[in-house]
């Protein structure tokens, strides 16, 4: 066949240069050869059954191109798609691994089939510093046309600008002006000092002044007057220094002593704007004392101890305004709950949990209930959630995450649900999950692009989260993420 076409086209080439059809018996070999050669082909073609088309000027056809920003949909899990239609309609938002897979199934499968054959090709973009989207190329080849589709997918996570500094253990705080004061934290080798400022609308980091004390598992509250109070935590041992940042300046100011080194406790500012801090582990022993920073005065107080010492404990501000504080781990971990009032300064016990954990999560929901996520009890890792109600007291089951995890972060969405990130589950997860408290059911959204544990979360003014550092599988990780919602 090679030949023969290269035969051809010499002939025809000859022909025209040397301009010799003027003389017959040139013109009867032609005819003789040209209609021996066309014979040669069809008999050959029905030897071989081949039919014979001109592929290479099949038709091109763009179906559609569909610019889809599709966010909170569930991951649609590669095995249900199964057609091409299905592919293209499935209105989810799908990580670049599962788009893989997904174009993996459809090759194989749509390319057995002798009358079409698929072929998808994906391809990661990021459009601007803040979207990242897949764009799906699906060229189907039938009947010798050629079809192509094109679709863009909006992914939930995308990089934003690294920090400066890998960190773990670390804290988030939204300045008034909507910057995010990034704290302290460890990178592995060393406990930090260095503290870092996230500008959300340039998406630049900028290195601000270092604390007066390296801190990780320190906590940190803003005042009414958006300066950051950041209490304890440990550099070797826990510390028992308070320092005080001004955004304005950018200065670190050390502020009184507490009257207990406290690390992996609680710091919360209250309505009076006095910050209370809870419990912890002072290096030898886990506290129930806790104290009241009262800015004005520039004192701690020693206040009502709780019923429980507690450290990786969590406290929430009830919509009463009261405080819900749950699990830890004393010597054990801890199943009880206490609700504080800062009026009469009395800690209650309330009802306990159905599991003891700690390093889980609260997050306070629209309805006023509290949410706590995961955990542990120093054995066995949760995928359990339960849910307080304020009003009764009564503690109940809500829907199980997907997987279990300890060390993952939690935050409530500007829409009410809620979004649980990485942590560990026997190895480091990349995975979130949002819950719904309409339906109390947990399903999973987007991988992140990294896995993740001893990160932090934080709301931006926009609504997105931005997740910083934490331990990826080799080192302390200077990433960032965002998730749109
Ligand atoms: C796909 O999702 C978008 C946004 O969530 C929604 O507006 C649209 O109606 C959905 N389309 C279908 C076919 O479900
Ligand atoms: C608090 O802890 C201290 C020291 O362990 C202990 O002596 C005290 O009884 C505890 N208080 C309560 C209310 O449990």
């Not at 018996?25 to 071989?48: D, E, G, R």
């Not at 589709?149 to 996570?157: A, K």
């Not at 002593?257 to 500012?269: D, E, F, G, K, P």
């Amino acid at each position: 066949m090679h030949n023969n076409q290269v035969y051809i086209e010499g002939l025809i080439v000859n022909d025209r240069t040397r301009k010799c059809w003027h003389r017959r018996w040139v013109k009867i070999v032609c005819i003789v050869l040209i209609t021996f050669l066309i014979l040669a082909i069809i008999s050959f073609s029905l030897v071989v059954g081949l039919v014979i088309l001109a592929p290479n000027k099949a038709e091109t056809t763009t179906i559609s191109i569909v610019a889809e920003t599709l966010t909170t949909a569930a991951l649609v899990p590669s095995t249900t798609i199964t057609s091409i239609t299905e592919l293209i309609t499935a209105n989810a938002t799908l990580d670049l691994q599962s788009i893989m897979s997904i174009s993996t199934i459809m090759s194989t499968t749509l390319q057995s089939t002798t009358e079409t054959s698929v072929m998808t090709s994906t391809e990661s973009q990021t459009t601007d510093m803040q979207t990242s989207t897949v764009k799906i190329t699906t060229t189907l080849k039938q009947s010798g046309k050629i079809q192509q589709r094109f679709q863009y997918f909006l992914l939930e996570w995308s990089y934003t600008a690294r920090m400066n500094q890998g960190r773990q253990e670390h804290t988030t705080s939204i300045l008034p002006d909507g910057r995010v004061l990034v704290i302290g934290g460890s990178n592995r080798a060393t406990v930090l000092r260095s503290v870092e400022l996230y500008d959300p609308s340039s998406e630049i980091w900028m290195v601000t002044r270092n604390m007066n004390s390296a801190r990780q598992n320190h906590a940190a509250s803003i005042l009414n007057d958006g300066k950051v109070l950041v209490t304890g935590g440990q550099d070797g041992n826990p510390l028992n220094s308070v320092e005080l940042y001004d955004p304005t300046t950018g200065a670190w100011t050390i502020v009184a002593n507490m009257a207990y080194a406290r690390s992996l406790h609680t710091s919360t500012l209250l309505a009076n704007g006095k910050v209370l801090v809870t419990g912890g582990w002072d290096g030898s022993d886990v506290l129930n004392s806790t104290e009241l920073y009262d800015p004005l005065t520039n004192t701690w107080t020693i206040r009502s101890t709780m019923n429980d010492a507690r450290h990786s404990h969590t406290i929430s501000t009830l919509s009463n305004g009261k405080m819900l504080v749950v699990g830890g781990k004393g010597i054990d971990a801890l199943n009880t709950a206490e609700v504080y009032d800062p009026s009469s300064e009395i800690w209650t016990n309330t009802n306990r949990m159905n599991y003891a954990r700690y390093f889980h999560t609260a997050s306070l929901l629209a309805d006023g209930k509290i949410l706590v996520v995961a955990g542990w009890n120093g054995f066995q890792l949760f995928d359990s959630v339960e849910l307080y109600d304020p009003t009764t007291g009564i503690w109940s089951n809500t829907g199980s995450l997907n997987i279990r995890r300890q060390y993952s972060t939690t935050s409530l969405l500007t829409n009410g649900k809620v979004l649980v990130t990485g942590g560990y589950t026997g190895y480091m997860l990349d995975s979130a999950e949002l819950y719904d408290p309409s339906t109390g059911i947990w399903a999973y959204v987007d991988h992140m692009n990294e896995a993740r544990i001893f990160h932090a979360a934080c709301i931006l003014n926009d609504g997105r989260v931005l997740i910083t550092g934490g331990y990826g599988n080799v080192q302390s990780l200077n990433t960032v993420e965002l998730f749109k919602l």
